[in-house]
């Protein structure tokens, strides 16, 4: 059971970060962490998951300020708590940021195509040898 528990997670988290990473970026530029009321905003706005709504609080915010606890019932220990399991998760057990996270989000720089490199094509699947 904990193996479909960790899929979905990480499916969730991936959708997540698809789905947020524009809007945030669009709405607050890019920035180190984003409030708690920044991240609600762009969660309803791009209708995120609300069941895993912790988990878009643990990766674009670091801290929590008292109202926020009371509004979002989770205390700070527990948000440092799901900041750890994500950096384990994704970011190798190192600190991240929201910067390290909106830099996943961002797509790959090469869109398909022709091969121009001749090189490349003596060297791969073209190659006589």
Known sequence: MPIFRSFFKRRILRKTIEK?????????GSRDFYTSGQVLQTARSVQASKRYFHYNLALFCNQLDEDAQRRFNMTQSELEKLRLELAKKIFSCTEYTAMDVLSLGQSSSWKGGANDDNLSNHYGMNSRY
């Open 20 to 28: 947020m990473v524009p809007a945030l970026v669009q709405g607050y």
